[in-house]
């Protein structure tokens, strides 16, 4: 009995040391449960890390590419202006704004023409009989496999024909200085068509004086001179250095017009900028602006009456700048009467006063040289009434600068006043040019003065540094460019580029992932954009 009981004693002793490193068991089975459970989750959330963090980075720079295309269309005008002479493998660079690490390039994939080609007027008319005679033969081309340049205007009135790639100035009139001086009316029409002459209508234009001496903005970087739409019946000289601009509309002059010196001249909004930042601008911040001062459109028509003429010389000295006059095509809505004048930069009023001098009982009549010239009378566009459409009866005076049968030659200043029984013989766009001083003319927009003349006058070694572009196409009675020509010069009718589509791509220069950004994009020389496709890929 004893013995059982120190058994049954011994074995209670001996009990707990048989439990003994389960708990360290349990431990490592919930350490390792926990391990295989944790270390997955871990891996995820540095995996999902990882991931957010490249879709941050890949978000920035997609975002990056995406603000060069934004940054291009800030000023779809400078856009156009830089992307021009790009082609279709050779790229533009782009300005881009810092610290993106992108660049930006374009090229060119289509150009979209002013006009198609079947559709455009005659470019060069000269119908006082005989005056075929002082323009040079058209040009002959030897190559046919560009057979569309052959009848162009000669390379000696288009130096850009002896360029590479070339451009031509249109084809002129097959009719030009004809014997019968009536017969080129029947060939005429007042709106533009294709193999037509065009003999636009005279667009109305505000009634009141104008200051011959511009006013000043008040606003901008630097001074900047302004002229309103509306009548000037006294000389207008520019001739000093201080940028002047034109605000868009109808200009009527009386007297000369001369730009001479320094003159830094734009007419009217467009293409090319002006002084002042738009004619809203000009109209609201300019000192002592006219009380009905205005715009409209763009661009601007300069309509020469009585004794008005263009005058564009080298008699004023020049600082070293030299003179200037850029115009801006005139342009107005195509729901606007007025459309049918689009393009016209240049008129003159046609026709001669029924008693010799103008008075209350005037009317206008046509002009008629027996033999020599015959223009018919100017009316005013969107009038049906014959009587209220006579350009008398709407303040217009004919011009009195007639082109007689003497080849026309530059006139001093101010030209002789006209009598009832003489007319005055001075041309009515007169360019002279007596030195090397730096002359730019570029008349983009349709020059219209048939019963005038037009006279480029250059003396020997002074055609360096000069640039003439008349190329809207150009009506006269004659024209006088005498040798040696200026060393640019255009006289005809430009069909240019009014639209580029290019191909803009974005690319990021530094780092992963590279993404890259290519927009098409259709851009007007106006500044009118529209965005034709756009992918950002890569990353």
């Known amino acids: 009995m004893t013995r059982r009981i120190r058994l049954k004693a011994a074995s209670q002793r001996r009990a707990p040391s048989e439990d003994e490193g389960s708990a360290l068991i349990l431990t490592l089975v919930f350490v390792l449960v926990v391990s295989l459970l944790v270390l997955p989750v871990m891996n995820y959330v540095m995996s999902v890390t990882r991931t957010n963090r490249v879709l941050v980075v890949r978000a920035q720079r997609v975002e990056a ?19 021009v002479g790009s082609g279709r493998t050779a790229s533009v660079a782009l300005a881009v704004p810092p610290g993106l690490d992108i660049e930006s390039k374009c090229t060119t994939t289509k150009d979209a023409l002013a006009d198609i080609p079947a559709d455009l007027r005659w470019a060069l008319v000269s119908v006082q009989a005989g005056s075929d005679v002082l323009i040079p033969a058209p040009y002959t081309n030897p190559d046919p496999s560009s057979a569309e340049l052959d009848g162009n205007v000669s390379a000696a009135w288009c130096t850009t024909m002896s360029t590479s790639p070339q451009v031509p100035c249109g084809k002129p009139y097959p009719s030009n200085g004809a014997l019968d001086p009536l017969a080129w009316v029947s060939d005429a029409d007042k709106v533009s068509t294709g193999s037509k002459i065009f003999l636009p209508e ?12 511009a006013k000043d903005l008040l606003t901008g970087d630097a001074p900047c001179k302004i002229y309103f739409p509306g009548k000037y019946i006294d000389d207008v000289e520019i001739t000093g250095s201080t940028p002047v601009y034109f605000v868009s509309g109808v200009y009527y002059f009386e007297k000369t017009l001369r730009i001479s010196g320094d003159a830094n001249v734009v007419v009217g909004a467009g293409i090319t900028p002006g002084c002042a930042d738009s004619d809203a601008i000009a109209v609201a911040e300019t000192q002592d602006a006219p009380l009905d001062a205005y715009s409209n459109g763009v661009g601007g028509t300069f309509v020469f009456g009585a004794n008005a003429r263009f005058v564009v010389d080298t008699a004023t000295a020049s600082s070293g700048a030299g003179a200037s006059i850029l115009f801006n095509r005139r342009l107005v809505g195509g729901a606007d009467p007025l459309a049918v004048l689009n393009n016209v930069s240049i008129m003159s009023v046609n026709g001669q006063s029924s008693l010799g001098s103008w008075n209350s009982s005037a009317t206008t009549v046509d002009v008629d040289l027996p033999g020599q010239l015959h223009v018919p009378a100017s009316k005013m566009s ?60 570029k008349i983009p927009g349709y020059i219209a003065v048939p019963q005038g003349s037009i006279s480029i006058q250059t003396a020997a070694g002074s055609g360096v540094n000069k640039t003439i572009s008349l190329g809207g196409g150009v009506l006269a009675a004659q024209f006088a460019v005498n040798s040696p020509t200026p060393d640019f010069l255009q006289i005809g009718l430009l069909n240019p580029v009014v639209q580029k589509t290019f191909k803009i791509t974005t690319t990021t220069t530094n780092g992963k992932p590279v993404v890259e950004s290519v927009a098409l994009v259709q851009v007007n020389e106006t500044g009118g954009y529209a965005v034709n496709a756009w992918v950002v890929e890569g990353g």
């Open 202 to 213: 005279l667009p109305p234009f505000s009634n009141t004086n104008r200051s011959a001496v």
């Open 65 to 83: 590419v995406k603000g060069g295309l934004r940054a291009a269309l800030v000023n779809p005008s400078k856009l156009y202006a830089a992307c």
């Open 382 to 441: 969107g009038i049906v009434n014959p009587v209220a459409a006579d350009p008398w009866k709407q303040n217009y005076k004919a011009s009195a600068l007639l082109s007689t049968l003497t080849p026309p030659v530059s006139c001093a200043l101010p030209a002789p006043p006209p009598t009832a029984t003489s007319v005055v013989a001075c041309p009515i766009i007169d360019f002279s040019f007596t030195t090397s001083a730096k002359t730019t003319v």
